[in-house]
């Protein structure tokens, strides 16, 4: 079965780091690349940060940008997210998500196998 | 403020067919394909459409996908109670490479 399990979320206080983790199964990793999509409470989605399969292209939103780190692990079939400088409005729960096609690359295909989701709090 | 346009909220009664729209700019649905959403209560977000108006597996042929120029809609037909959920259109957009945009969302009830 594919599936993705993100873990890690916690209360943080503002100014704090956190780094969140996706664990993906069922499917070559390697070939997909994979993002991070966050939803704040009671709000949509917000399109975070990418990576390429290799790992070696990464993007970033403008509202993380500086502030974050996405990262792969393709041994270990993982995904990061470190966050730093966090701030209330990064309050969200934070979606691991799958690109559907397997060029390892993004601009094509849809989001379409998504985690649980993993709270993150950043409040004092 | 989404970079996608879609109404807030939508209704129909079981059976009916809705519809949700969504828009964006020639640099997003003008030119990439749109994808949506499904996200019910309580739950992770789910692909229901792809490439413009195909449907992954499993995904009842009562949702169908539409895109004219900068716009995309969504359309349910034979409404049911289940269909009761947040609908998000999303899209690739060539503005910056890797940047993907969605809509706010729309919450539809059935009533």
């Known amino acids: 079965e594919v599936q993705l399990v993100e873990s890690g979320g916690d209360l943080v206080q503002p100014g704090g780091s956190l780094t969140i983790s996706c664990s993906a199964s069922g499917f070559t990793f390697i070939l997909h690349a994979m993002y991070w999509v966050r939803q704040p409470p009671g709000k949509g989605l917000e399109y975070v940060s990418a990576i390429s399969g290799n790992g070696d292209d990464t993007y970033y939103a403008d509202s993380v940008k500086g502030r974050v780190t996405i990262s792969r692990d393709n041994s270990q079939n993982m995904l990061y997210l470190q966050m730093s400088s966090l701030r209330p409005e990064d309050t969200a729960v934070y979606y691991c998500?799958?690109?559907?096609?397997?060029?390892?690359?993004?601009?094509?295909?849809?989001?379409?196998?998504w985690g649980q989701g993993t709270m993150v709090t950043v409040s004092s | 403020q989404s970079v996608l346009t879609q109404p807030p909220s939508a209704s129909g009664t079981p059976g009916q067919r809705v519809t949700i729209s969504c828009s964006g700019t020639n640099s997003n649905i003008g030119t990439n394909y749109v994808y949506w959403y499904q996200q019910l209560p309580g739950a992770a977000p789910k692909l229901l459409i792809f490439?413009?108006?195909r449907r992954p597996s499993g995904v009842p042929d009562r949702f169908s996908g539409s895109k004219s120029g900068t716009s995309a809609s969504l359309a349910i037909s034979g409404l049911r109670s289940e269909d009761e959920a947040d609908y998000y259109c999303a899209a690739w957009d060539d503005s910056v490479s890797g940047r993907a945009v969605f809509g706010g969302g729309t919450q539809l009830t059935v009533l």
């Open positions: 998500v799958r690109d559907q096609n397997t060029y390892g690359y993004w601009g094509h295909d849809a989001f379409d196998i």
């Open positions: 490439g413009n108006n």
